[in-house]
């Protein structure tokens, strides 16, 4: 389904993001965890998409087997790093052969494995330009791919000028964006703010919340070296501090997760996209949490 046709259909959206796996094993324990997670009826789910070129094979593979064996709508994340125009143009035209119609459309980093990156031989250098390139493609839709873009609630470390960062996000929107999704973050207020910034710039696209509950010590250290830029309130490092083992802190994830997505609820956001690391329980919790058996019954609790 295009995503205009999910917002049209959804005033919330519920949307889970997983990463392509490396080993046979891997695919087969996803394709479990995806099957058990279908239940919750999410608005779509994502595959993101690495630098090399076994991985991208993989998001690709993965993207077409959801959208072929399952009910879900896939949305492919899609990057400008190491990408002439003529192989971007080979992956849209396999996406539209293959019925995907939309795409998260993002810069990427500078991949750490490849020294002699060189960012100049890219087609393009920021997402904003690859938006438009999208755009500009034939999909199997008549109104072309739909296209999502990333946004930071904490702000991009590459933008330290937070109103020249918004200028740059208002651009790739006016370029040819359907919604924002934003990185994880850990304080609402930070995603609110945000979203007053996005008002104030003029951007009226849906803005969706990146949620991600810490289930072990180890991915958020993992979360730290990523620098993925999310902010660990001390309250929460703190409740982290005090547990036994992964299982204590899963628990306290799940609960601080669970209720950055009542507050949130409760605040009109627009959707809620779950970073669900390929496991399917923590998201599973939430649900439980929040009181509701899918995205449905999340919705219809809402309040008038
Ligand atoms: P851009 O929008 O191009 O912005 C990058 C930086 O350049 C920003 O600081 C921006 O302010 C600045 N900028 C933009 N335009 C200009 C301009 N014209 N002149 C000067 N500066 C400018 N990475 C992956 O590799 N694969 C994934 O699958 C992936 N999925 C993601 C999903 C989400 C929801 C999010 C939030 C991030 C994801 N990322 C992924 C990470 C993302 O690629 C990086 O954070 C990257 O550094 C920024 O990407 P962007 O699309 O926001 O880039």
């Known amino acids: 389904m295009h995503i205009l046709d999910i917002f049209d259909a959804n005033p919330t959206t519920f949307s889970f993001e ?4 490396k080993t046979d094993k891997a695919s087969a324990d996803l394709f479990e965890n995806i099957a058990r997670l279908q239940e919750l009826q999410p608005s779509f789910v994502s595959v993101t998409y690495g630098a090399g ?3 991208r094979e993989r998001t690709h593979d993965l993207i077409v087997r959801i959208q072929q064996q399952t009910n879900l709508t896939a949305v492919s994340h899609l990057t400008c790093v190491c990408h002439s125009e003529p192989e971007l143009t080979g992956i849209l035209e396999r996406y539209a052969s293959s019925g995907i119609e939309n795409i998260l459309a993002l810069r990427g980093d500078p991949p750490r494995t490849l020294e002699n990156y060189d960012p100049k031989a890219d087609a393009f250098q920021f997402a904003e330009q690859l938006v438009r390139f999208v755009r500009s493609r034939p999909a199997s839709d008549t109104r ?10 904490e702000g991009h470390p590459g933008t330290p000028n937070r109103r020249e960062e918004m200028d740059n996000l208002k651009r790739k929107v006016d370029a040819g964006a359907d919604y924002i999704c934003t990185q994880l973050f850990f304080c609402n207020d930070d995603f609110y703010d945000f979203r007053e910034r996005c008002d104030l710039a003029g951007i009226r696209v849906p803005i969706l919340a990146g949620i991600m509950p810490i289930t072990s010590r180890e991915t958020m250290m993992r979360m730290f070296e990523l620098a ?7 309250k929460l490092l703190r409740a982290i501090d005090r547990c036994a083992d992964n299982e ?3 628990k306290v994830g799940v609960h601080w997760a669970t209720e950055q997505c009542r507050d949130l609820l409760d605040n009109q956001v627009r959707g809620l996209h779950f970073y669900t690391l390929n496991r399917s329980d923590a998201t599973r919790r939430i649900y439980e949490n929040l009181g509701a058996k899918d995205s449905l019954a999340l919705v219809a609790r809402r309040p008038a």
Do not use: E
């Open 18 to 21: 997983f990463f392509p796996p």
């Open 53 to 55: 070129g076994s991985t």
């Open 144 to 153: 072309g791919f739909g296209v999502g873009v990333a946004g930071f609630p």
């Open 228 to 234: 993925l830029g999310a902010r660990v309130p001390a």
């Open 248 to 250: 204590a802190v899963s």
